[in-house]
T-cell receptor
Framework: DADVTQTPRNRITKTGKRIMLECSQTKGHDRMYWYRQDPGLGLRLIYYSFDVKDINKGEISDGYSVSRQAQAKFSLSLESAIPNQTALYFC??????????FGPGTRLTVL | TQLLEQSPQFLSIQEGENLTVYCNSSSVFSSLQWYRQEPGEGPVLLVTVVTGGEVKKLKRLTFQFGDARKDSSLHITAAQPGDTGLYLCAARGSARQLTFGSGTQLTVLP
């Protein structure tokens, strides 16, 4: 079984809809991250959390919110999706801030 | 924001050729990582370098961290189709997070 899982794997939605992407991990790591990936721009950090009570904005947090429901779960919400949020979204975890372990990604399309 | 520039952005070569990709910045980093990402998957860590001038080898892959800890290179010897993927460098500066480069998309043709 995968250590870091993301649901859904693919999602198509319309402008203005609320969307939640979920991430679960069985690695027992404290640190969790959400990134978006766009062609030619690499991975950009949206939010990160170092424990359940520690939530931090990343480079591109506008238009997004997160919830750390438990050590193993970190969800990303788009309150009102817009087309330029069409991207590949990755969740990642780490134990010590060194190696990050990534989920398989969620491909989100906003029409 | 610390910026990492990777070059080239795209590289297409024949099986058996050698290649080098680069990761450069004007900032000094405490450590630098290289990841490889295959289609439909998340990035996977290949190596971490922490000391200026450090060289690490992983089979046919050789990684070097610049003496001033501002740049790094990845050299692949005798590339194989299985080396195809997106190669990302990522660096940690003073912040509690990694900054990723935009990546080099490598295609190795059989």
């Amino acid at each position: 079984d995968a250590d870091v899982t993301q649901t859904p794997r693919n999602r198509i939605t319309k402008t203005g809809k609320r969307i939640m992407l979920e991430c679960s991990q069985t690695k027992g790591h404290d640190r969790m991250y959400w990134y978006r990936q766009d062609p030619g721009l690499g991975l950009r950090l949206i939010y990160y959390s170092f424990d359940v009570k520690d939530i931090n904005k990343g480079e591109i947090s506008d238009g997004y919110s997160v919830s750390r429901q438990a050590q193993a779960k970190f969800s990303l919400s788009l309150e009102s999706a817009i087309p330029n949020q069409t991207a590949l979204y990755f969740c990642a975890t780490s134990a010590s801030g060194r190696e990050q372990f990534f989920g398989p990604g969620t491909r989100l399309t906003v029409l | 924001t610390q910026l990492l520039e990777q070059s080239p952005q795209f590289l297409s070569i024949q099986e058996g050729e050698n290649l080098t990709v680069y990761c450069n910045s004007s900032s000094v980093f405490s450590s630098l990582q290289w990841y490889r990402q295959e289609p439909g998957e998340g990035p996977v860590l290949l190596v971490t370098v922490v000391t200026g001038g450090e060289v690490k080898k992983l089979k046919r892959l050789t990684f070097q961290f610049g003496d001033a800890r501002k740049d790094s290179s990845l050299h692949i010897t005798a590339a194989q189709p299985g080396d195809t993927g997106l190669y990302l460098c990522a660096a940690r500066g003073s912040a509690r997070q990694l900054t990723f480069g935009s990546g080099t998309q490598l295609t190795v043709l059989p």
